[in-house]
């Protein structure tokens, strides 16, 4: 059974500060593995997606890498602001339909 | 541009009540899936569907009922509420298509309380 973890499950960070956030799963053979934001009492955003094929994809300040060998993503976030505080998730998907999530990271930044 | 939209967004429910939690999406998305939110446990899958009349199970179906009748609509049924299924509970659609690797659009939410 596919797990996945995430760690830190909070961080708070000042304004500025480069950061990154990790996100592990035990089954490395995935369709594919996506970064939500989630904000207080709000459905998720989707950030980004890599396939499974890919190394890493970038959005803006955003950059997440994916090494499916070790079971291991990563989202670094450049030069953090107030607005990017809020819960960020991972979600591995083996066959495309049916995604397992990470219990995310809560992430304060501080102005 | 409405995207997801789920109905009601908080609703109380007494033990062995049933109701039915609406999502509606507007992009034409053949897949759309429903999970549930719980403290510190990220979200789970219950049922999901990649077009009208298919239907299949997530990872924790017990309890829950799901049909899909048209492509807009994927409503989710407790036909007996317990605590147990008191969550968040969250529709998902996206395009499916050949390549079931797009973006997923969520709905925001529907908070349900079992007493």
């Known amino acids: 059974k596919q797990e996945v973890t995430q760690i830190p499950a909070a961080l708070s960070v000042p304004e500025g500060e480069n950061l990154v956030l990790n996100c592990s799963f035990t089954d490395s053979a995935i369709y594919n593995l996506q970064w939500f934001r989630q904000d207080p009492g709000k459905g998720l955003t989707s950030l980004l997606l890599?396939?499974?094929?890919?190394r890493e994809q970038t959005s803006g300040r955003l950059n997440a890498s994916l090494d499916k060998s070790s079971g291991r993503s990563t989202l670094y976030i450049a030069a953090s602001q107030p607005g990017d505080s809020a819960t960020y998730l991972c979600?591995?998907?083996?066959?495309?339909?049916?995604?397992?999530f990470g219990a995310g990271t809560i992430l304060r930044v501080k102005s | 541009n409405a995207g997801v939209t789920q109905t009601p967004k908080f609703q109380v429910l007494k033990t062995g009540q049933s109701m039915t939690l609406q999502c509606a999406q507007d992009?034409?998305?053949?897949?759309m899936s429903w999970y549930r939110q719980d403290p510190g446990m990220g979200l789970r899958l219950i049922h999901y569907s990649v077009g009208a009349g298919i239907t299949d199970q997530g990872e924790v179906p017990n309890g829950y009922n799901v049909s899909r009748s048209t492509t807009e609509d994927f409503p989710l049924r407790l036909l007996s509420a317990a605590p147990s299924q008191t969550s968040v509970y969250f529709c998902?659609?996206?395009?499916?298509?050949?390549?079931?690797?797009?973006?997923?659009?969520f709905g925001e939410g529907s908070r349900l309380t079992v007493l």
């Open positions: 992009m034409n998305h053949e897949y």
């Open positions: 998902a659609s996206r395009a499916q298509g050949a390549n079931p690797s797009g973006e997923l659009f």
């Open positions: 890599i396939q499974s094929s890919q």
């Open positions: 979600a591995v998907s083996k066959y495309g339909n049916k995604l397992v």
